[in-house]
């Protein structure tokens, strides 16, 4: 164990997912998001097999013991990804990632119906904080009347962020039965080659020939994607859970500022609001987790943003 190398890994992640995201919204005009989920994926299979060999777990990380439980995973976790990454392309980035908060709150309620696990009035009342917070950031994108152009293509992308989230917390249920039975390094890799082969499918939908650049793009896209989700995957290893998740909330910081200076996205206070109370939330949920002792490391290891 080593709680400050584990903290730097994880702020290393988060930078890589954030600047992964703001990539991924600078061509989201030039790209359909399901050709996006291709290249995302396809070039992080190579960044997982050299860190797998590096870590000499190539052979036995890379067996499944329940093929359709990864299947059920891939699926919901692709088109989770492909709707974040429309989103992307309607929203501000602060929006986004506000929104994407809510897929921990929503993960206790799944975990709660579908795996029986005993939910008590704490996280039953953060979970609704944090709710609250989601509904302060969507409200004023879903106005009731005639809307323009622009306040529809921005009320899109926060339904569809919305149900990336909840699709996101479907696949961490998924997850939390696997890890009982799958090795991580098993996990993240045929979620990469399912959200390969889930992007490739949306081929007959429009795809694009890229720019040069946009290609370099779209290839640094998997690279940093990749490489986020080893640091990720590193941070639990020398860290607990307990100490790690919390900076997960860098993000919002970052995405702020990168909306700002990269993207003139100037914040409404609606969002800063709500996004404050998803984040206490979150945080309020991960130290009860603590205390009361849930492991919850593996399933955050698998997690693929």
């Given amino acids: 164990m080593s709680p400050l190398r584990g903290v730097l890994l994880k702020l290393g992640s988060v930078v890589l997912f954030i600047t992964m995201s703001s990539l991924i919204k600078s061509i989201a005009d030039e ?9 995302r994926s396809l070039f992080t299979l190579p960044v997982i097999l050299a860190w797998l060999a590096w870590q ?6 890379l067996r499944p013991a329940d093929p359709v439980a990864h299947v059920w995973r891939g699926l919901i976790g692709a088109l989770s990804m492909t709707l974040s990454f429309a989103a992307l392309g309607l929203l501000p980035l602060p929006e986004v990632t506000a929104i ?12 709660a119906m579908f795996l029986g696990e ?9 979970v609704a904080l944090g709710l609250l917070g989601v509904l302060i950031v969507l409200a004023p994108r879903l106005t009731l009347g005639e809307p323009d152009a622009a306040t529809a293509s921005a009320s899109l992308g926060a339904v569809l ?11 961490q249920v998924v997850i939390r039965r696997m890890v009982q039975t799958e090795r991580t390094s098993a996990i993240v890799w045929w979620f990469a080659v399912a959200s390969t082969l889930v992007g490739l499918a949306s081929l007959p939908f429009g795809w694009v020939v890229p720019r040069p650049a946009t290609f370099v793009l779209l ?11 080893i640091l990720l995957t590193s941070a639990y290893r020398f860290a607990d859970a307990s100490l790690v998740a919390p900076f997960e909330y860098a993000s919002l910081i970052l995405a ?22 998803v984040v206490a939330a979150g945080i309020l949920i991960i130290w009860r987790e603590r205390d009361l002792g849930l492991e919850r490391n593996r399933q955050r290891k698998a997690m693929t943003p």
């Fill in 256 to 277: 702020l500022a990168i909306g700002y200076f990269v993207f003139a996205e100037v914040p409404t206070l609606a969002m800063l609001a709500g996004a404050l109370l």
């Fill in 31 to 39: 790209v359909p998001p399901g050709q996006t989920v291709f290249f």
């Fill in 219 to 229: 290839v640094l896209i998997g690279l940093v994607g990749g490489l986020g989700q």
């Fill in 118 to 126: 005993t939910v008590r009035l704490f996280r039953i009342g953060a």
């Fill in 56 to 61: 000499r777990e190539l052979r036995a990380g």
């Fill in 161 to 171: 962020m919305l149900l990336a989230s909840l699709l996101s917390a479907l696949a």
């Fill in 100 to 111: 994407g908060y809510a897929t921990p709150l929503l993960t206790v309620v799944f975990a």
